[in-house]
């Protein structure tokens, strides 16, 4: 039981969120999608983070009082973009609840810290906008005030904070048109989860990783393990960019004269000449962050208060034709997509050089339209799409009329191993033609079967079905049945070998254990001698086995 925190843990929770956020920055910066990310999200975070860290490394100090002034100062002195200033008032607003706390802090306190937090970032933000990093911890810190009564214990309560900032991340793309058409959560919200997951690693003694996926990722449809990608910025017109410069400062040093009112003037002067303004601080330290086509007269606008301090302008219309032609040189001529289920199989197609891989099978088909929003995202001319299932090829030829810059080839495989075939037989160095001719030509072959089990009874292909039969079918009828997965494997594979055959592959399925599938190889391999018997673990559902024959 964990009802409460120290200090300690605190110091603990800071360093380990810290270290959790740098190891997945990658991932958090691959998910901005506006025309120029603003410095990145993740890589802003994480600095504004480690700038903390470095503070609280220099003090050995476990008061509340004295670590909360140090993580919030060096949070703020280390700010980097949009993203790192509100992840600095967020720290910010929760420090200021700590800092007044006893030697333990209750889950009651740390709800009204994050309260705090939320409330300091709004404001730190000229105007909020939904759909962001705010949104994710304002509705983390209203289920934890609402909640803290019902969750006495730490290791109940982070869990269930977590839970409910996953749900608000996955409400993000509804509320920001841009994420939605990029088909992705917002990325300062996926790192401020990172940064929770830490938390939690650090209270429960857990291990850091460095491939946090949250919830929100997992069911997002466009997004893949590493979050997805910001690809779709390509096809924002500079225009978009209404202000040009990104401009960041801090003043320091300010004059005698100087009141917080000129702070708020300041604020305002910023917001009548740009936007994205962030202008927070006190008599001691101001931190600047405006987009605008004037940069000299904000600067002209902070000198009135005090001195400048690391000032830093950034052109981000260069930036985005920076990163336009850093992507038009990367472009290629032919690419490849798959369908497929399980984890194994997409892996193996990774392996095989194909270039991005969607979900999708005999129970879950993907629409005409997430295959089309797929091929959007690789970079390539001509993007070969492996259905491996004959529902889904009709859905991939409607995706032809649905892309841009794109053209789509559809191989027509009917399965998995028609899909490995065609994927071997592409040449980067052969013309798209070549390419299409022998993806072809190499579904000829392979045969493939799968091994399932009947839902209901009944009478088809000549076999009396009785529900919960293992049964073993081609790509258009049953071929074989039986009460054992087993005989039904070896039925199956006499049913479709022929004597050209010299390969047969299992693939087994999320609810076969390796130990079986290597049995079951062994009992393959001495019924066809003349074959080299292999197994993967395809990871795939419904079917227990795959079967390639080759």
């Keep these: 039981m964990q009802k409460t925190i120290n ?110 937090g939320t409330k300091v970032a709004y404001n730190a933000v000229a105007i909020p906008k939904e759909g962001t990093i705010l949104t994710v911890v304002r509705m983390m810190s209203e289920f934890a005030m609402k909640n803290a009564g019902k969750y006495r214990d730490f290791e109940e309560f982070l869990p269930a904070i977590i839970e409910e900032g996953d749900r608000a991340l996955a409400k993000t793309p509804e509320l920001l048109p841009v994420l939605k058409k990029a088909g992705v959560v917002d990325s300062g919200g996926v790192g401020l989860m990172t940064i929770m997951r830490g938390f939690q690693a650090a209270l429960m003694g857990e291990e850091i990783v460095s491939e946090v996926q949250t919830e929100a990722a997992k069911s997002h449809a466009s997004l893949d393990a590493d979050f997805g990608d910001n690809s779709d910025i390509i096809n924002m017109d500079l225009g978009e960019i209404q202000f040009a410069y990104c401009t960041e400062f801090f003043v320091i040093n300010l004059k005698k004269s100087t009141t917080l009112a000129d702070i708020d003037k300041l604020r305002e002067n910023l917001m009548s000449i740009g936007d994205s303004v962030i202008c927070i601080g006190d008599l001691e330290l101001i931190k600047v962050h405006v987009h605008t086509n004037a940069p000299g007269v904000a600067l002209t606008y902070a000198l009135a208060l005090g001195e400048l301090d690391r000032p830093k302008i950034e052109n981000m219309l260069e930036q985005n034709r920076a990163l336009k032609a850093k992507i038009a040189a990367e472009k290629k001529e032919q690419g490849m997509l798959a369908i497929c289920a399980g984890e194994g199989i997409s892996e193996i197609f990774k392996d095989l050089f194909v270039d991005r891989v969607i979900e999708g099978g005999q129970t879950m088909n993907p629409s005409a339209s997430d295959i089309a929003t797929a091929v959007q995202k690789i970079n390539a001319d001509n993007v070969f799409v492996f259905p491996n299932n004959k529902n889904i090829i009709l859905a991939a030829e409607q995706a032809k009329a649905l892309v841009e810059n794109r053209t789509i080839h559809v191989i027509p495989t009917k399965n998995v191993p028609q899909g490995f075939a065609a994927a071997l037989a592409f040449s980067p160095d052969a013309s798209l033609e070549e390419n299409k001719t022998n993806m072809i030509h190499a579904l000829d072959n392979v045969k493939a079967g799968q091994v399932t089990y009947a839902v209901r009874t009944t009478n088809v292909n000549g076999f009396n079905i009785e529900e919960g039969d293992i049964i073993g079918l081609d790509d258009k009828k049953i071929l074989a049945k039986s009460n054992n997965i087993e005989e039904t494997v070896l039925a199956l594979l006499d049913k479709l070998k022929e004597d050209s055959h010299e390969v047969i592959t299992l693939y087994y399925g999320e609810n076969v254990t390796e130990e079986d599938a290597a049995a079951l190889a062994e009992k393959v391999s001495a019924a066809f001698p003349d074959c080299d018997v292999d197994y993967h673990n395809g990871g795939q559902p419904v079917y227990y086995y795959i079967l390639s024959l080759e």
């Excluded at 920055?25 to 983070?49: E, I």
């Excluded at 004295?66 to 980097?80: I, M, N, Y």
């Excluded at 600095?88 to 200021?96: A, D, K, P, T, Y």
């Design 7 to 116: 200090c300690a843990m605190f110091r603990k929770m800071v360093l380990v969120s810290a270290k959790m956020l740098e190891n997945n920055r990658a991932k958090v910066d691959a998910l901005n999608v506006f025309p120029v990310p603003d410095g990145d999200t993740g890589t802003n975070m994480s600095l504004t983070l480690q700038s903390a860290v470095k503070e609280l490394k220099g003090t050995s100090s476990n008061n509340f009082m004295e670590v909360c002034d140090v993580v919030s100062k060096g949070a703020l002195r280390g700010a980097r973009g949009n993203s790192g200033v509100i992840l600095s008032q967020i720290f910010r607003g929760i420090c200021l609840i700590l800092r007044q706390s006893k030697p333990e802090v209750d889950t009651r306190t740390f709800a009204k810290a994050m309260e705090s």
